[in-house]
């Protein structure tokens, strides 16, 4: 039997995590969750996740940040990252894909196009 596909959501509001929390646990997903880069790191030293999405303005470590750190860390390298943020620029975007960012969503997200997002993504 398949296990879920666990995501990590990483975001500093807490309105936004509830809004991912449910979304993607009624498409079947696990979600555990992370305030920001730096508790994001400090959960994925201990535990693994399939999938990460990660918001971009956070205070601590934001998610450029967040997304060159796993980057650089041997067992992250090829991990899903998926920016879920309300810029839209792309200069944004382009330094998110040099940081290894595998996707990008706009806020506010569409449920449906998020479970699709993440589908795509997921081994």
Not at 82 to 94: Q, R
């Amino acid at each position: 039997m398949s296990h879920p596909t666990k995501i990590l959501t990483v975001d500093d509001s807490a309105s936004m995590r509830a809004l991912l929390l449910h979304a993607l646990q009624a498409q079947g997903f696990e979600v555990v969750q992370a305030e920001d880069g730096i508790e994001a790191l400090e959960w994925l030293a201990a535990n693994d996740a399939d999938i990460v999405i990660t918001d971009i303005n956070m205070p601590r470590l934001d998610g450029f940040g967040l997304i060159e750190r796993l980057r650089s860390i041997a067992r992250h390298r090829d991990r899903p990252i998926l920016v879920l943020t309300t810029e839209s620029s792309d200069e944004k975007k382009a330094r998110a894909r040099q940081a290894g960012a595998t996707g990008w969503i706009v806020k506010p997200f569409d449920p449906e196009k998020l479970a699709t997002a993440v589908r795509r993504v997921a081994h």
